[in-house]
């Protein structure tokens, strides 16, 4: 899970042009801070699944969208998670 985040979320002057290549050959993407979106969306065939910033959110505990679970029967489903 890299620092960088995507360049089709964030535009190249923030994200990462050359980590766009992996839309499509990953099933999810987790993306935390400084990202622009709120809710989930698929782009090219890869989930991309916002995460709140996982540290001094509520004093020193993370938020609770800090935290996903990914659940996989044959379906993909995410969900948020609280450790």
């Not at 987790?30 to 979106?37: D, E, I, K, V």
């Not at 996982?54 to 020193?60: C, Q």
């Amino acid at each position: 899970m890299p620092d960088e985040g995507l360049a089709a979320l964030q535009g190249p002057s923030h994200g990462s042009e050359l980590l766009d290549t992996l839309l499509g050959a990953a099933r999810v993407w987790f993306h935390g801070h400084s990202r622009p979106m709120k809710e989930s969306a698929e782009i090219k065939g890869t989930l991309v699944y916002p995460l709140e910033d996982a540290t001094f959110v509520r004093g020193f505990l993370p938020s609770e969208r800090a935290w996903a679970l990914v659940e996989f029967d044959g379906d993909l489903r995410v969900r948020p998670f609280v450790p």
